[in-house]
């Protein structure tokens, strides 16, 4: 697959991290294509058979004050569609921390992002992969993990590491394949939920924005 690279016209403030021009990957198995496999390869883990669509990248990255955004770290980027749209708005200034399990997934997207922290790795170890990094706090975590498909205990680690880096004003975005579902788990955990539609998603999606985590949410 071809990916057309940003250049300085596209975006006033092209971050340091996207693809320059020329640096263009190639792939032989689209993005879809790859999804599809990992999916029914590895079924709840994915649980998604197809890449976000950019109505759903851009919903999930909006409302973030870039001019103010120190870090920023995304949880299972996939092939990148939501990294592609955080790159584009990211300040020059902002780190940005991309975390996701899947070696093939990882591959692509260093070809993708080839100037991007792409760390291979478990996001319930998030807040260790970050000091090993020197960081010791985040703005904002946006999630495509499929967190309601996982086991509790797994789940509550994974949210726990993420508000133990999130400033006090920070916000955990998540996505999801099924509006609206989900609101209590996210309550169970979160004082603030809010959940954005993004309709012209295939199947509709959606974006909670989930601010003040509840130290007594964990079931472990
Ligand atoms: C539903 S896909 C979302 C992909 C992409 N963000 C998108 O919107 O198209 C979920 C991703 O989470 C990754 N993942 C699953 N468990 C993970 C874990 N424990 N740590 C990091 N990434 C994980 C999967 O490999 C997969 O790429």
Known sequence: MNVRPHTAHSHPHPHPHMARPGE???????DWLLMFRK???HGTSIASFTPSSRFLARMICKGIDYDKAQCIVELGAGTGPITKELFRRAKPHTKLVVVELDPDFCKRLRARFPHADIVE?????????LRERGISQVDHVISGLPLPSFPAPLRDSIIASAHRTLGPDGTFRQLTNM???YWKLYK????DVRFKLVPLNLPPAGVYVCRGYRETAAVV
């Open 188 to 191: 169970r955990y979160f004082t």
């Open 179 to 181: 509006p609206f579902v």
């Open 121 to 129: 790795g478990d996001a319930a170890k998030m807040d260790e992969l």
């Open 24 to 30: 263009s990957a190639h792939h032989a198995t689209p």
């Open 39 to 41: 999916f029914m390869r």
